[in-house]
């Protein structure tokens, strides 16, 4: 059942990207709006069906990461400001569930759910980016990348500042493992 879904999914999302492909000039933002949100919701429904991949080694906070700084330079706290206070918050309601539940672990998980699915997209929409470039389709690969900064580049660098937090909560013992 998993495989099916996963085959379905994935054909419904490449048959709206060739859509997409096929729309004449014109609506270059609205094309890659949608392209991104295409991407993004099928990364998410994807991986719970395929799994995490299981690369421990990139959950891993880096030594820059760990003050906090690198993501206070980047914004990182205004663009959680932003989801939190605004629709986008009622896109993802398993993580806000998570930080609620007080379970560490449970929220290390989310975090690195919505970061691998954000991942995954922001890659699959680079490369379609790069595919749009080559085929001249230059005003959609421009509103491909730059689209694909705030939907899926920064709620990656979000869920590794949400694990940066969780940490330090551990750390000064707000939290405990269970």
Do not use: K
């Not at 395929?50 to 906090?68: D, K, N, T």
């Not at 993501?71 to 990182?76: A, H, M, S, Y």
């Not at 206070?85 to 007080?102: D, E, I, Q, Y």
């Not at 705030?150 to 750390?171: I, K």
Request: include cysteine; proline fraction near 6%; charged fraction near 20%.
């Amino acid at each position: 059942m998993r495989l099916a879904l996963f085959v379905l999914a994935s054909v419904l999302v490449a048959a709206l990207i060739v859509v997409l492909w096929r729309v004449p000039d014109g609506l270059e933002f609205v094309r890659a709006l949608l392209a991104n949100f295409a991407l993004v919701t099928w990364s998410s429904f994807v991986l719970p069906l395929r799994g995490l991949p299981r690369f421990e080694s990139w959950y891993r906070l880096r030594r820059w990461e760990r003050s906090g700084r690198f993501f206070t330079c980047l914004g990182v706290p205004l663009f959680r400001t932003l989801v939190r206070r605004t629709p986008l918050s009622r896109f993802n309601r398993a993580l806000p569930s998570a930080w609620h539940s007080g379970d560490p672990e449970r929220m290390e998980e989310e975090t690195r759910t919505a970061e691998a699915a954000h991942l995954v997209a922001f890659f699959l929409v680079l490369a379609l980016a790069a595919c749009a470039l080559f085929a001249r389709h230059a005003h959609w690969a421009v509103w491909l990348a730059v689209l694909d900064v705030p939907l899926n580049l920064y709620p990656v660098l979000l869920q590794r500042d949400h694990r940066h937090r969780l940490f330090e909560m551990v750390r000064r013992g707000e939290l405990e493992h269970p």
